[in-house]
């Protein structure tokens, strides 16, 4: 009985090591670096068409602000579809400021009620700042999506 008992605890111990094993091995993280930088745009837009093939969005929620959301510093640049959830005023997304000029292009300005429903999609580039007087929900967008 003894034998028994010790053998079954190797079993599952061998069979717990096995397990940690493949879990490791799923868990796989791939080493970007040592690609160039066509070859990473290039990754970037397999990867985005493969969230359009999945239907993958994530939506956050961005409160009314005083101060601009940032683009690349406090919003990842991409694609989006911004909808009013509460409020009213404006919203204004600029691009970033250029450097020789000192003069921004005006992408989006809009002024909504409070009982208007708003929404647009927006391309949001480095740079860029977003301005908002209403609290809305911001979902990136991985293209037509129809239901």
Known sequence: MKKFAIILLALCLFASLFAVAALAEGTQIIDLSQYDDDTIVELYEQVKEELVTRHIE???????????????RDIPVGDYLL?????????????????????????????????????????????????????????????????
């Not at 994530?58 to 690349?72: C, I, R, W």
């Not at 949001?124 to 809305?136: K, R, S, V, Y």
């Open 58 to 72: 994530k939506t956050a929620h961005l409160k009314a602000s005083p101060v601009p959301y940032v683009v690349g």
């Open 83 to 147: 909808t009013k959830t509460s409020g009213s005023g404006f919203i204004c997304l600029d691009t970033a400021i250029d450097e020789e000029t000192g003069m921004y292009d005006t992408k989006v300005i809009e002024s909504v009620g409070e009982d208007e429903d708003f929404t647009a999609y927006i391309t949001a580039e480095e740079g860029d700042t977003l301005e908002l007087d209403f609290d809305c929900d911001l979902t990136i967008s991985t293209g037509v999506k129809f239901e």
